[in-house]
């Protein structure tokens, strides 16, 4: 038995000592999916090529190069010369014969492996061309038509929210981001707020030793009043982090790298990744982020070169991406692992004169990872769309960037179809993006959507009708209904499963809060009840 494995069965062990009516339930109803492939340690590295990248300059349509090079006659990527693109794949079509921008060789190394697929011309809906405009919608889950998914919580949050409840208040981050400052909202969740963890210019193998953010002990009489709970608040994540700071230092120093990675910043947010999980750190998703893609002037450094700004920074996401794969590839990771870029929008097809190119729709995205399938989806975008009367926009869109999330959050994570729906759900079109799936995104032997998706009624984590918030709490805990009832019956148990608390009790202003100061810090069960149904939510008391 690999050891990985065995870790796992050690860990589902102990843990079936602690919460035993849970945990019985969950493998009653994994037990018909025992022939299927165990998925508990996959995991998605988003990429977020922040600034919006120039798509046509990253993948060139070779079978309308003509056209591309009257678009740009000055930063075309050369047909011939020294940087002139690098061929693809000559068994395509030739409707999607591409060009590789000639940064990209580490791209090419990856495709001729069969472990990345191009996506072409993905956007959404009625596309806003303002940076801060469409991060938002590609963190929320929505497009330029509506905000009805939800405009103060992230897909991100709100899948693992629904996916992942029983990590929620793991002493690990379910959730980790390198290379901003900011906490993305593509994290926060309707119930749970606080599931990333930013580690931006912190060292993590020394993380848990940084980690402190009011310093020293926290105050020992918090007010009753909105400054008090806001102080609350801010002492609560304080100590929330730091044990995520220790999680992450523990990982960092149990991981390794393999091989050597570039000097740059993405590769090194990369390499942390790496050791991350090579550490066996549970988190589900990272994030990590490289900038500058806003290339208005000099993203060329003169007529009829590929060298300048965007050549660097391509080279820097290629070399990247490659050092981390095959790192995780040589330490036999790589099964558990799926890669994918994301920018906010494209650039226009046509250049600026100013050796650059301005705001535009569509772009494309990359896939990679051992279990992705290789190849192109979908054709070169037409350049002829591109003209005067439109702003020389493209704007047909082929697949919705949604479409490639909810294909891996269902093909590769194995979430069923109303978790996708609770996600995002394409409100332009009145669709499920469990009907727009990908198909040919996964290998076959990766791909668990063909029987091994609980359904509705098979699956252990059903919606939620309450919230127990603040989780992680002090010592005011609030149970409230969010289909507006009048009463609540809930039982507390300690993480050994002894009953606490059992009570029934009248809302008060939607809500009944508990005063649990003298629990012991810890995690807590809350079983409540609502007609016939029972669901449970994990609390940590800190």
């Not at 508990?40 to 349509?61: E, H, Q």
């Not at 591409?98 to 190394?109: D, E, V």
């Not at 119930?191 to 060292?203: F, Y």
């Not at 059992?502 to 810090?521: I, P, R």
Request: aromatic share 10%.
């Amino acid at each position: 038995m690999q050891r990985r494995q065995f870790i796992k069965l050690s860990t589902a062990a102990s843990a079936m000592a602690l919460t035993p009516f849970e945990l019985q339930a969950a493998l009653k109803s994994f037990m018909p999916y025992a022939n299927c492939p165990d998925i508990s340690n996959r995991k998605l590295v988003l990429i977020n090529l922040a600034g919006a990248n120039d798509g046509l300059n990253t993948v060139v349509p070779l079978n309308q190069y003509d056209v591309y090079s009257n678009l740009r006659p000055t930063i075309k990527v050369p047909i011939t010369g020294p940087n002139k693109y690098i061929g693809l794949d000559s068994t395509l079509p030739d409707n999607q014969q591409i060009g590789l921008n000639p940064a990209l060789t580490g791209l090419k190394s990856i495709y001729d492996k069969g472990w990345l697929r191009i996506m072409q011309s993905v956007g959404y809906p009625s596309q806003n061309k303002s940076h801060f405009k469409s991060t938002d919608l590609y963190l929320t889950g929505n497009d330029g038509n509506s905000l009805l998914n939800g405009s103060d919580t992230g897909w991100m949050g709100r899948f693992m929210e629904l996916y992942y409840p029983n990590l929620i208040v793991e002493s690990f981050p379910i959730a980790v981001e390198i290379g901003s400052i900011k906490t993305s909202l593509g994290f926060h969740a309707e119930e749970a707020h606080g599931l990333s963890l930013n580690i931006s210019g912190q060292d993590p193998e020394g993380y848990y030793s940084i980690v402190n953010g009011l310093g020293g002990l926290p105050p020992l009489n918090i007010p009753d009043s909105d400054y008090g709970k806001q102080l609350e608040y801010l002492t609560n994540t304080d100590a929330l982090s730091n044990t995520y700071g220790k999680s992450i230092s523990q990982a960092f120093q149990a991981g390794q790298n393999d091989i050597s990675y570039p000097d740059s910043d993405l590769s090194n947010q990369l390499k942390t990744v790496a050791r991350l999980i090579s550490g066996d750190l549970g988190t589900k998703i990272y994030m990590v982020r490289i900038s500058g893609f806003d290339t208005h002037n000099q993203q060329v450094e003169g007529v009829g070169e590929a060298i300048g700004k965007h050549y660097s920074l391509l080279t820097d996401l290629a070399e990247g991406m490659e050092a981390f794969i095959n790192d995780l590839n040589s330490q036999n990771l790589a099964d558990d692992v799926v890669g994918l870029t994301f920018s906010e929008f494209g650039r226009k097809a046509a250049e600026n004169g100013s050796l650059g190119t301005d705001h535009g729709e569509i772009a494309p995205m990359f896939v990679f990872g051992k279990p992705v399938s290789g190849g192109v989806s979908g054709t070169n975008p037409d350049l002829t769309e591109a003209t005067s009367s439109n702003n020389f926009q493209i704007q047909t869109v082929q697949y919705d960037y949604r479409q490639t999330f909810a294909t891996l959050l269902q093909n590769y994570l194995g979430a069923d179809d109303s978790i996708i729906d609770s996600t995002f759900f394409n409100h332009t079109l009145n669709d499920s993006f469990v009907n727009l799936r990908i198909e040919e995104l996964l290998k076959s032997e990766f791909d668990i959507s063909k029987g091994c998706i609980p359904t509705k009624e098979e699956k252990f984590s059903e919606n939620k009708n309450w919230l127990v918030y603040p989780n992680p709490f002090r010592d005011i805990v609030n149970i409230s209904g969010i289909n507006h009832p009048e009463t609540v019956s809930f039982r507390v148990y300690n993480a050994s499963g002894v009953m606490l608390l059992s009570k029934t009790e009248t809302l008060q202003d939607g809500k009944v809060s508990l005063n649990l100061g003298h629990f012991s810090s810890g995690v807590y069960l809350f079983e409540i009840y609502s007609s016939s149904k029972k669901e449970i939510h994990k609390v940590i008391k800190i």
